[in-house]
């Protein structure tokens, strides 16, 4: 089993900026995938950014590139999300995920383990 936890989130200005992170624990060995994902209220959950736990490939969300990067330290097991020119309907829970297989996907039902969330709250 894999164990995620996220931090970082908070209230932030419109235009400012958050890293959230994600630690994983357990059997990090399994993990080939990492990514991130957000849920609004009333909203299905939503696929923003993904990277090979090696760390050579992302792949990003179209309402997201360009102000979102994601990266991971392997050393440190953590998984992080960099946050940039926020905006007003960023404001979302923020999840991360891992999954076992080694293809990248955007797909929620893909991924295996999810940490609880962290929110994230854009004022205008």
């Known amino acids: 089993q894999v164990q995620l936890v996220e931090s970082g989130g908070g209230l932030v200005q419109a235009g400012g900026s958050l890293r959230l992170s994600c630690a994983a624990s357990?059997?990090?060995?399994?993990?080939?995938?990492t990514g991130w994902f957000r849920q609004a209220p009333g909203k299905e959950r939503e696929f923003l950014a993904a990277?090979?736990?090696?760390?050579?490939?992302?792949y990003y969300a179209d309402p997201v590139k360009g102000r979102f990067a994601v990266s991971g330290d392997n050393a440190k097991n953590t998984l992080y999300l960099q946050m940039n020119s926020l905006k007003p309907e960023d404001t979302a829970i923020y999840f991360c995920?891992?999954?076992?297989?080694?293809?990248?996907?955007?797909?929620?039902?893909?991924?295996?383990?999810w940490g609880q969330g962290t929110q994230v709250t854009v004022s205008s």
């Open positions: 995920a891992a999954r076992r297989s080694y293809f990248i996907i955007d797909a929620v039902g893909s991924y295996d383990y």
């Open positions: 990277i090979s736990w090696s760390g050579g490939t992302t």
């Open positions: 357990g059997l990090t060995s399994s993990i080939k995938v």
